[in-house]
């Protein structure tokens, strides 16, 4: 085989597994695989949570607060695929929401922001907005108690 015919073989293959994966991701979850957005630990963050999901995959989601709403949200997992992508969503979802707008979010609510998510990682969405929502109690108890939170 030379380097062009294994070059084909390749992008064949590539092209197959995008394909598969829109097909299982939906077009909003495949192009949030293929390009995360809110991704990473955030320095200087006012609150941050981790949980681990009866999967295994923990999630960890860090807010930015001003003016009692969330300025800024971003997440880190060492999860699938399926995780990542249900951060990235519940961080869009978050931002810009007051305390009690983040409190009342649900999984349902990121996966409807997805469109289509396999029914078998649903609960990755359901890490995601309960691990936000632990970021977001940290920060209140913490001002409750008049601590300084933040990473």
């Known amino acids: 085989m030379n380097d062009q015919e294994f ?26 695989w293929r390009n995360p957005k809110y ?8 609150s941050h949570a981790r949980l681990k999901g009866s ?3 923990t ?8 003016d009692d709403r969330l300025e800024q949200v971003s997440y880190f997992t060492d999860g699938c695929s399926s995780s990542s ?3 990235s969503f519940t961080a869009e979802l978050a931002t810009g929401k007051t305390f009690e707008e983040v409190l009342d979010l649900a999984g349902a609510d990121v996966l409807q922001l997805i469109g289509t998510f396999p029914e078998a990682e649903e609960h990755c969405a359901h ?4 691990t936000l929502q632990e970021a977001v109690n940290s920060f209140l108890v913490a001002q409750v108690r008049g601590e300084k939170q933040g990473i």
């Open 7 to 32: 070059d084909a073989l390749i992008n064949k293959i590539q092209d197959e597994v995008f394909t598969e994966a829109k097909g299982v991701l939906g077009e909003k979850g495949f192009e949030r």
């Open 39 to 46: 991704c990473g630990v955030m320095q200087g963050a006012d």
């Open 55 to 57: 999967c295994g995959d």
């Open 59 to 66: 999630m960890e989601m860090y807010i930015r607060v001003k």
């Open 85 to 87: 992508i249900a951060g």
């Open 127 to 130: 890490l995601a907005v309960t």
